[in-house]
């Protein structure tokens, strides 16, 4: 997977965030879709067969990880689901935090669509889907408490974020034993923070998952959709292999401050331009996007985030009949 990735960029072919819209493919909600891994591993082979992306992508719901450790969660038939509640205040709730097996609540079900995934997708990596160690301790105690807490109790968030890494380590390890040859790690909530804060509560716990996990066969690819431009030095220390930025950057901004063997995905804009706008639309943000940006050698067209599962596929099909133009391949 090493040696795919120095190589994927020259494939000029896309690689979007693209899995909850399979949904339109297979015939079930997302709600059927997040309790069972047969379901989204059919929903990752109907869009590959779909659509001629680099790589195939498991579902980007950041609420599985949270829901292991007892968070409560809102499901509906077309949403992505979400945390509804915090469940650590204080010392005494992190003191009761129990560290949940692998396969607690549907955590099983998300590392089973891996397994079947790769017996249904052989012609292109299939990469496996978890939440990054802030983001997730955020969801465990509240967006806007844990970032005040950074400053007030810096030694409660340090034993969250000590606990998710313990378990992130054996959820994505477990990913691996079913044969996932990459882990996307979305870690949005640490482009909230300084680039002092990213140093100090997510990069080394970042960089613990993904040493203890990644090998030559399975790679990570680290996502932060934040404004990340002045964070990008203490992201680069994460080890990943690559990295995906959402819309939030200009990507001609970032491209020259990544070494140029770490690919960089990104980033058209999935809610305003594949959800919201029109095929016309998408195809001049695409276009546009590659004028300034595929001059760079490990630059590599993606959505700058998850793609809505209820975005229309011909908006979905336009931004890869773009980039089929612009490539003339």
């Known amino acids: 997977m090493t040696q795919w990735l120095a190589s994927a960029a020259a494939q000029h072919k896309p690689l979007p965030i693209l899995s909850f819209p399979g949904v339109q493919l297979i015939g079930c909600t997302v709600r059927d879709l997040v309790f069972s891994g047969e379901k989204q ?17 498991s579902l980007m719901d950041l609420s599985v990880e949270a829901e292991a450790f007892g968070s409560p969660v809102r499901f509906s038939g077309g949403e992505v689901p979400t945390v509804t509640a915090a469940i650590i205040a204080g010392r005494d709730d992190l003191d009761k935090l129990a560290l949940p097996q692998v396969g607690a609540a549907r955590t099983g079900e998300y590392v ?133 930025f959402g819309n939030a950057i200009d990507l001609s901004e970032m491209l020259p401050l990544v070494p140029s063997g770490k690919p960089v995905f990104g980033n058209v804009d999935p809610a305003g331009q594949l959800r919201g706008g029109t095929a016309a639309s998408v195809r001049a943000a695409t276009l546009e996007l590659l004028s300034r940006c595929a001059k760079y050698p490990n630059f590599i067209l993606s959505s700058g985030c998850d793609i809505p599962p209820v975005s229309p596929l011909e908006n979905i099909e336009a931004f890869f009949a773009a980039a089929k133009a612009f490539y003339g391949n």
């Open 41 to 57: 591993a059919a929903c990752m082979s109907a869009v590959a067969n779909r659509f001629d992306m680099l790589a195939s992508v």
């Open 112 to 244: 089973n669509a891996i397994r079947l995934a790769k017996t249904l997708i052989r012609d292109r990596p299939v990469f496996a889907g978890s939440i990054g160690p802030f983001s997730l301790a955020g969801r465990l105690m509240d967006m806007t408490e844990i970032m005040a807490l950074c400053y007030e109790e810096p030694e409660l968030v340090h034993g969250v974020l000590e606990k998710v890494t313990q378990f992130m380590i054996e959820y994505n390890t477990a990913f691996k034993t079913a044969g996932a040859d990459g882990v996307i790690m979305a870690e949005p909530a640490a482009g909230l923070l300084s680039p002092a804060l990213i140093a100090e509560f997510s990069t080394p716990y970042v960089r613990r998952i993904i040493e203890a996990v990644q090998t030559d066969a399975c790679v990570f690819i680290y996502h932060n959709c934040g404004r990340t431009l002045p964070l990008i030095g203490s992201i680069l220390e994460t080890g990943a292999e690559a990295f995906h």
